[in-house]
């Protein structure tokens, strides 16, 4: 009986190893156990400061340089994978060292649900959106179908799967990824709510 359940522990494991979702998952539940309990942000002065403590957080990470983008109108550009997406690149991923990409998204033609309803997931340690402008109607697997308009801010966990359901056509969104080069990986078509 004992090693009928551990054969079925077993094969559990590896069932949920074998997929990218889930190893973000494990990713996501392993990390969450050093995470600490309380957010600490201290007014300190020049001479409390340890540039010691600061240099051990960012062993591993690239160099970063100052950098502004200013808004310029000719910077939105297609992004050479989505007809119906014009990016303007903040130009972050040069000034981290690949670190990050930062880009605002505007759309470059009406919503139409066979272009643009695909379903899929990145391959990324991070992603942020916010909306500058419009609306935007996507789901997210395991949260269902939600609008975000103007104002709205929200983290896709890295996998999550996810297909946008339409939009305005005013849309703006602005969307900070860790890393920089990322896949995108499309999934089988899936009917609305059943993602
Ligand atoms: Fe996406």
């Known amino acids: 009986m004992a090693t009928r359940a551990k054969k079925a522990a077993k094969s559990k494991t590896k069932a949920r190893k074998a997929t990218p979702q889930a190893a973000y998952r494990l990713a996501g539940e392993l990390k969450a156990a050093v995470l600490p309990k309380k957010k600490k942000h201290s007014l300190i002065t020049e001479a409390e400061f340890d540039p010691r403590k600061s240099l051990a957080r960012l062993a591993g990470w690239p160099k970063q340089k100052f950098h502004i983008s200013h808004l310029r109108e000719k910077d939105f550009r297609n992004d ?14 040069k000034a981290t060292g690949g670190m990050i990409q930062a880009h ?18 990145h391959d990324t340690l991070f992603q942020m959106v916010y909306v500058l402008k419009g609306w935007v109607r996507s789901e997210f697997e395991g949260q269902g179908v939600l609008t975000m308009r103007e104002g709205a801010c929200w983290i896709q966990p890295p996998g999550i799967k996810h297909c946008v359901r339409g939009y305005s056509n005013d849309l703006e969104i602005l969307e900070i990824i860790l890393p920089a080069q990322y896949d995108t990986v499309n999934i089988a078509p899936r009917a609305k709510g059943k993602l």
């Open 80 to 93: 050479g994978f989505r007809g119906y997406t014009l990016c303007r690149d903040l130009g972050f991923a």
């Open 104 to 121: 605002v998204n505007r759309r470059a033609r009406p919503f139409d649900a066979k272009e643009v309803s695909k379903p899929h997931f």
